[in-house]
């Protein structure tokens, strides 16, 4: 079978288990707090949804600036693990500031030296794999991207369970420790990474065409995505009083996330990435229209496999569709992803101040986004094939008057 034998050449890529092992230990430290954190600053500190979404927002907008900054400039340095190691440093040193926050400007700083360097540690970490992969395995350099962001969901899976039971054994604290001792180990392992500073080969057949339609709608995308993973937590709490519900619904996410990622890549090469995007907005957008209907429990979890289809298109295809865009500055298309992240997670934070508190109808909102970045990429598909047709015709034309 065509997977297993590339899976296999994937394991005896030199150092690929290193980049697997940090991916995984990344993927356990957001995985942790991930599903808490807003109820944390709630609940533990007594904060408002307007500070709560200011403390976010703030901290985001100066993670897009670093991630963006260090994007455009990061195809000229030589050597880029000295730059996540440095943000690893800074994220921790947020988190010890987090921990001991009761009011909402130390939260507040402690969230910006916690988050703002993250979007710099995900965007080089994927250019390292991406130019580590493109160098020693260039025929599987794709899926081997994919396998790393599929270890990363593994990763976050594994962060959800530790961190309720941190929680029920322990207290939102507990928490936090769990997701400084993921950065922490990341840190550890990038130490131990050796960096592949040769230059990758270019594989230009594989590069796609710029397109500012298709960026926008992966920008709404992700703005729905956005807005559900902070406000989702939220609306479950206030609808059954359970904070540790929300990570059990987040692992049963992961886990069939997993399942659809490399299923995904797959299906990408064989019917072109932008198909695969279209379907997978149609089962985000089934998803927010069940949640805004005020669901029973039971409901939440039976659509998360349709979410989670989704989630593996948008944060692995996706990935890779806007890499190829920019496929002689991997640092910068790399970090051009994670910043449309974390655009929309900004544009996500702010929409639901539209709707008063945290019901349910709240998920209309990524309902609307979905549907216009569905119509938006139906509508480019259309068009691009129309003149690929034309194209065609003129051409076999035009070989038919020289013949």
Request: glycine content about 6%; charged content about 10%.
């Amino acid at each position: 079978m065509v997977v297993i034998t590339d899976f296999k050449q994937f394991l005896k890529i030199k150092s690929s288990w290193i980049l697997l092992v940090g991916m995984f230990l990344y993927g356990i430290g957001t995985g942790i707090l991930a599903p808490m954190n807003a109820v944390y600053m709630r609940n533990g500190i007594g904060l408002s949804k307007f500070e709560i979404a200011s403390i976010f927002s703030i901290s985001l907008l100066l993670n897009m600036i670093t991630t963006i900054a260090i994007g455009i400039i990061s195809d000229k340095i030589k050597r880029k693990k000295p730059l996540p190691i440095f943000a690893c440093i800074l994220c921790m040193t947020g988190l010890l500031i987090y921990i001991n926050a009761s009011t909402y400007m130390v939260t507040l700083i402690g969230m910006v030296f916690a988050v703002a360097p993250s979007g710099l540690i995900m965007g080089q970490f994927f250019a390292m794999a991406r130019n580590h992969f493109m160098t020693l395995a260039p025929y599987i350099y794709e899926m081997a991207q994919i396998w790393l962001r599929a270890t990363l969901s593994v990763g976050f899976f594994t962060g959800l369970l530790i961190g309720a039971n941190l929680f029920i054994f322990g207290d939102f604290k507990s928490v936090l420790w769990g997701n400084f001792l993921g950065y922490a180990t990341l840190f550890v392992v990038l130490l131990f990474y050796k960096e592949h500073e040769a230059p990758a080969p270019l594989s230009s057949d594989k590069s796609e065409s710029f397109s500012l339609v298709m960026l926008f709608a992966l920008l709404l995308l992700a703005c729905a995505d956005a807005l559900r993973g902070l406000y989702l937590p939220l609306v479950v709490v206030q609808l059954f009083e359970e904070p540790q519900l929300m990570s059990y619904l987040w692992s049963v996410q992961a886990v069939f996330e997993l399942m659809f990622m490399t299923a995904a890549g797959y299906w990408a090469n064989k019917f072109g990435s932008k198909i695969v995007i279209i379907i997978s907005s149609l089962c985000a957008l089934t998803t927010y229209l069940v949640y805004s209907i005020n669901p029973p429990l039971w409901v939440f979890f039976l659509v998360q496999p349709l979410y989670s289809f989704f989630v593996s298109v948008l944060y692995g295809v996706a990935m890779g569709y806007v890499q190829r865009m920019f496929n002689t500055r991997i640092g910068f298309g790399s970090s051009l992803y994670v910043f449309l992240s974390q655009t929309a997670a900004l544009i996500g934070y702010l929409l639901p101040f539209l709707i008063s508190g945290y019901q349910p109808r709240i998920f209309i909102i990524p309902s609307i986004l979905v549907s216009t970045a569905f119509l938006l990429m139906v509508v480019h598909l259309i068009i691009n094939r129309s003149k690929e047709k034309i194209t065609l015709i003129q051409s076999v034309h035009e070989d038919n008057n020289y013949s």
